[in-house]
């Protein structure tokens, strides 16, 4: 009996944005780039020191706290 074969599809939108809206993207957009280098500074510095690898919950918990 065959395999049954799988399609893989991807689909592109575009968006337009009112002024109000691209404030708000920008602001989370911002907000997430800062917490994403923030951890990867945390990561590195960890292991730089003491070869400790934190994992994405520890991460997540240091951010929060």
């Known amino acids: 009996m065959a ?3 799988t399609r893989e599809r991807a689909y592109r939108l575009r968006c337009y944005p009112s002024a109000r809206q691209r404030r708000v993207l920008g602001r989370l957009f911002g907000a997430s780039r800062f917490v994403w280098n923030w951890a990867l500074a945390r990561r590195t510095s960890a292991y730089q020191a003491d070869q400790t690898r934190l994992n994405w919950i520890a991460l997540s ?5």
């Open 3 to 5: 395999e049954p074969t």
């Open 61 to 65: 918990r240091e951010f929060t706290a």
